[in-house]
Nanobody, 123 residues
Framework: QDKLVQSGGGLVQAGDSLRVACTAS????????MAWFRQAPGKERQFVSR???????TYVDSVKDRFTISRDNAKNALYLQMNNLKPEDTAVYYC?????????????????WGQGTQVTVSS
């Protein structure tokens, strides 16, 4: 049974905004730090952003001031609001859950993963 189910994504133009969402089930969402990763064609999976159990946010430099991660523990939901999108943001985006408290936990420390959602930004 899927523990993280993603929604959102799609095809947009450069400068547009988009939100991707991730809904958790079958585990205690509020105890986990949550993150977004992305993988562009031919590239390795890359950390994008993370939000701790207490709501502390971390971003990779390339998305700072453009992306915002948030969580709603009452809804077991994780969000990534992406503004001013650029063609280089094109990738499959994945949400993930970890019990690690490390700010930059490696992808191997994430226990649950969403199915991925495509975000394509045209120039």
């Amino acid at each position: 049974q899927d523990k993280l189910v993603q929604s959102g994504g799609g095809l947009v133009q450069a400068g547009d905004s988009l939100r991707v969402a991730c809904t958790a089930s079958r585990f205690n969402f509020r105890l986990y730090s949550m993150a977004w990763f992305r993988q562009a064609p031919g590239k390795e999976r890359q950390f994008v952003s993370r939000i701790s159990r207490s709501g502390s946010e971390t971003y990779v430099d390339s998305v700072k001031d453009r992306f915002t991660i948030s969580r709603d523990n009452a809804k077991n939901a994780l969000y990534l609001q992406m503004n001013n999108l650029k063609p280089e943001d094109t990738a499959v985006y994945y949400c993930a859950a970890t019990l690690s408290t490390r700010e930059f936990a490696s992808s191997s420390e994430y226990l649950y993963w969403g199915q991925g959602t495509q975000v394509t930004v045209s120039s």
